[in-house]
């Protein structure tokens, strides 16, 4: 059975395929009035560039091969962000702010969800050499501004800061296996095992930790931190940032959850994430990353979200074209009728589409349906409705 594909892989047929064409040509075209500038890297590398400042979890996304010429190991990508930071530090070389975007294929070891693919369309934009909270401004309205321009309208964004965690602990004097744990704990949303755990932490830290998951909801949220939460410097650095957000996007849907930890080990700062009503896996993810190109030779402050174009384009559903032109028949290498060529050139150039029917395919052309044709009438190319 030659037919079949990998699991969590598909074909991309006629109708979806146009709802991703159009939503990444819309959707680049307003990152690009924007002031972000499409970069379009390549889709293999050496793996440990590939991986520089991605944290651990993105290893286990890879693909890995050898490379026949170096003998060194290759990575398919599966993440776009170490590629761009590659560029902006080693290639750009900007003293400024870099503003950068683009919409390439990577590829997964594993879906990232039972509903996903193995061969996301990552879609995104990064603003590098930036480190106040008006760069995560900037982005997470560019994030909310790419989905309404989707068609996904006012979404509801989960706002989130990963320095509280590392704070506690910190405070807490975790080592690197217990704050894995403490990881794996709250992602799976164990509250039983997060209990247990915290119980061998010295307080005020283990209460603090056990709260995390608690602390989500509206703004009101950041008040109870304030007020629940030991009072490091980091972490009231953290809640002001979050609160500063809050009142510079009065537009948005905003919600809270401070135990959202998604990429710990690449994120450092804001996290925030997008949600479409009756869908319970984000649309959009996005965080600040600093120093994400540090191996590369340049320490610089980051921040950038990315959605999946396929995944965007199931939710909205397949794009049914206008209907086509049926065009009469010519007779191979002949013009046909006078002013017939010129007529098709001329609609094609406004963006018709004409079909140009076979010999004997006058009834039997399926897609794209014909809805009108062209005829002629006293001398002149009309459409006509079929």
């Not at 401004?137 to 501004?145: T, V």
């Not at 998604?262 to 994120?267: A, E, K, L, V």
């Not at 700062?269 to 997008?274: I, L, M, R």
């Not at 005829?375 to 079929?386: A, D, N, P, T, Y």
Request: contains cysteine.
């Amino acid at each position: 059975m030659n037919w079949l594909l990998p699991e969590y892989c598909a074909d991309v047929l006629p109708h979806e395929a146009a709802r991703i064409e159009t939503l990444r040509a819309s959707l680049l075209e307003l990152l690009r009035t924007h002031g972000y500038e499409r970069v379009m890297p390549p889709l293999l590398g050496y793996l440990d560039s590939l991986l520089t400042g991605s944290g651990r979890d993105l290893r286990l996304r890879t693909f890995e091969l050898v490379d026949q010429l170096s003998g060194r190991t290759l990575g398919v990508r599966a993440d776009i962000t170490p590629q761009v930071a590659r560029i902006d530090a080693h290639l750009l070389n900007r003293k400024g702010t870099a503003r950068l975007c683009y919409c390439e294929s990577v590829l997964h070891t594993l879906p990232a969800n039972i509903n996903a693919t193995r061969e996301p369309i990552q879609f995104g934009a990064e603003l590098y050499g930036y480190a106040g909270f008006e760069a995560d401004l900037e982005i997470i309205r560019l994030m909310a501004a790419s989905l309404d321009a989707a068609g996904l309208s006012n979404p509801r964004i989960d706002l989130g800061h990963v320095g509280i965690f590392s704070a506690l602990a910190q405070a807490a004097g975790l080592d690197r296996d217990a704050v894995d744990a403490a990881l794996s704990l709250m992602q799976a949303k164990d509250a039983p095992g997060l209990e247990a755990f915290c119980a061998g932490i010295a307080e005020p830290y283990g209460s603090a930790l056990r709260l995390l998951p608690e602390l989500y909801g509206d703004r009101n949220i950041l008040e109870l931190a304030r007020k629940r939460l030991p009072g490091l410097e980091a972490i009231g650095s953290a809640l002001e940032t979050l609160a500063r957000l809050a009142a510079a996007l009065p537009e948005c849907a905003l919600s809270f959850d401070l135990s959202d930890l998604r990429g710990y080990h690449y994120h450092n700062g804001v996290v925030f994430a997008a949600y479409h009503h009756g869908t319970p896996c984000a649309v959009a993810l996005g965080g600040r990353y600093d120093g994400v190109g540090r191996a590369f030779g340049r320490d610089r402050a980051a921040t950038g979200f990315s959605l999946d174009l396929r995944e965007l384009a199931r939710l909205l559903g397949p794009l049914v074209p206008p209907g086509a032109i049926r065009a009469p028949v010519r007779a191979p290498g002949a013009e046909g009728p006078a002013g017939l060529a010129q007529t098709i050139h001329s609609l094609r150039a406004c963006g018709e589409v004409i079909i140009e029917p076979l010999p004997g395919e006058e009834e039997s052309c399926e897609s794209p349906a014909c809805d009108r044709h062209l005829i002629q009438r006293e001398g002149r190319w009309i459409v006509e409705s079929l």
